[in-house]
């Protein structure tokens, strides 16, 4: 309902923007600058959070930003740079604007078009694999699904929460590197599920098939857990310790992790159970 309503954030990759090379006479703060030129940048009684990087020397920065990339006012450059001047200042008067580009909308769709074309591609050779090492098509779509369903989760979460949450959840190019990162763990942990079941099929062929399946899961599980748990630790310290920038990436990632672990035992496993008693 979020996704259909409300949509996604997306970010200058995708919408467009201005880049600004920037060079202080002192080092400055990146997540600093971002904050203060945000309050600056208010579009719509939202305020857009630039994004802020070191480039080149310590004391020269890039910021990129998509305030007013939809405006039809010709006089919308001079907009943007008066905003990001009085950011600026407030900062500090010893700084100097080195250069200025616009990204163009051509360039967002063509990135936009190759991140879905990268997500189906990997969709697909994973669900491939799975077929070859496994040789049942249930085990295919029941991984399928799952991944789908943690690509929704993922999606859906940062559609809900953009705008809410104190951190930026911007669809960028990071978000898709964050997005197959989780479909990569989804689909470990599935295939390990996958063995153990398969496993437990061959060990106990006049067993209850459901049965059989229960206590493959319930075997796994202890692992399953401990792996999850040991990833959610490290996720969490780089969360709360690794600065402004990559919170919304790791978020990503944390939620990733956590639906990517019940899937695999709550959507990937059942799949295959239905699907098993169609065939019959």
Same mark, same amino acid.
């Given at each position: ?7 996604? $954030? ?23 600058? +971002?904050?203060?030129?945000?309050? #600056?940048?208010? /579009? #719509? ?13 310590? #004391?020269?920065?890039? &910021? ?9 006012? /010709? ?6 740079? +008066? %905003? ?6 407030? &900062? ?27 997500? *189906? ?30 690509? *929704? ?10 705008? &809410? ?41 006049? %067993?209850?098939? $459901?049965?059989?399946?229960? #206590? ?65």
């Amino acid at each position: 309902a979020s996704l259909a309503t409300k949509g996604l $954030n997306y970010g200058v990759d995708f919408t467009g923007g201005r880049s600004y090379i920037v060079r202080f006479d002192e080092t400055q703060t990146t997540s600093d600058i +971002a904050s203060v030129l945000a309050e #600056n940048f208010v /579009e #719509n009684d939202k305020e857009l959070t630039p994004e802020v990087k070191t480039y080149g020397a310590s #004391n020269q920065v890039k &910021i990129t930003t998509k305030y007013l990339i939809d405006s039809d006012d /010709e006089s919308a450059d001079d907009i943007v740079e +008066a %905003a990001l001047n009085t950011g600026l200042k407030s &900062i500090t008067s010893d700084y100097e604007i080195m250069s200025s580009q616009k990204v163009g909308p051509t360039i967002a769709d063509d990135i936009k078009q190759e991140s879905v074309w990268a997500v *189906l591609f990997s969709l697909v050779v994973i669900f491939l694999y799975i077929i070859l090492r496994f040789r049942k098509v249930e085990f295919g779509i029941g991984a399928l699904v799952a991944m789908f369903h943690d690509v *929704l989760i993922v999606l859906s979460l940062f559609s809900i929460f953009y705008g &809410i949450l104190p951190f930026s959840l911007e669809i960028d190019q990071a978000f898709i590197a964050a997005i197959l990162t989780v479909v990569g763990y989804s689909i470990n942990d599935t295939v390990v599920v996958f063995d153990r079941i398969r496993e437990y099929l061959g060990l106990h062929k006049r %067993a209850e098939y $459901n049965s059989v399946i229960n #206590n493959a899961l319930n075997s796994t599980l202890s692992r399953t857990l401990n792996t999850s748990l040991s990833t959610l630790v490290v996720l969490l310290m780089i969360f709360f310790f690794g600065g402004e920038v990559i919170r919304g990436f790791v978020f990503a990632l944390i939620v990733g992790v956590v639906v990517g672990t019940y899937s695999s035992l709550c959507v990937a496993s059942p799949v295959v159970v239905d699907l098993a008693k169609k065939k019959k």
